[in-house]
């Protein structure tokens, strides 16, 4: 198996991440090297990259859209996939940003504090308090377009709507 086709069949099992091992086997180039770009050189790759803590994240959407393998992703994928941070609205904490890269909240941080644009948007640092803002978040990590991820969050918001009102109606016939 391709490393390409390994990289699709994890986004098909809905990982969102590779390893710095995963691209250098991808490019045919070595592992120190890519490390080394990302750390200090992320404009110049071309897809996103994420240095959290000692960790480096690279978005398998974007490797797998420049790599010419993939379109946008649509909206039901990104409400799948985010459905955590969709629920937050406009802002969404270091405490959602840690599900989504299996990482500390503490370490996401730090690293916000250090690089506010860490995401490819700028955070909202205010004292103890770090808000990022969604749909600048959901674009830098998957590529998608701005409409799909609006699409996202209003699928979402449906749904939940819909839910509840269904929750609430069947609660009043039982009681009377």
């Known amino acids: 198996m391709s490393a390409l086709d390994e990289l699709m069949e994890r986004l098909n099992r809905g990982e969102l991440f ?3 091992t995963d691209i250098a086997r991808l490019m045919n180039t070595d592992v120190a090297y890519i ?3 990302a750390i200090h050189e992320r404009d110049k790759l071309p897809f996103a990259s994420f240095a959290i803590g000692k960790n480096i994240k690279f978005s398998i959407p974007s ?3 420049e790599m010419g393998e993939s379109d946008n992703m649509t909206p039901a994928e990104l409400c799948t996939m985010f459905s955590n941070v969709l629920s937050k609205g406009v802002h969404c904490t ?3 940003i840690a599900k989504i890269f299996g990482s500390d909240p503490n370490t996401i941080r730090r690293s916000l504090r250090k690089d506010p644009e860490l995401f490819g948007c700028k955070a909202v640092v205010s004292g103890k308090r770090i808000k990022v803002p969604t749909i600048p978040l959901i674009r830098s990590l998957t590529g998608a377009s701005t409409e799909n991820i609006k699409a996202a969050i209003a699928a979402y918001f449906c749904c939940f709507c819909f839910s509840a009102s269904i929750f609430f109606f069947s609660s009043s016939i039982c009681r009377s």
């Open 18 to 20: 590779c390893k710095a």
């Open 35 to 37: 490390r080394g770009m």
């Open 63 to 65: 490797v797998l859209r």
């Open 94 to 96: 270091p405490v959602d």
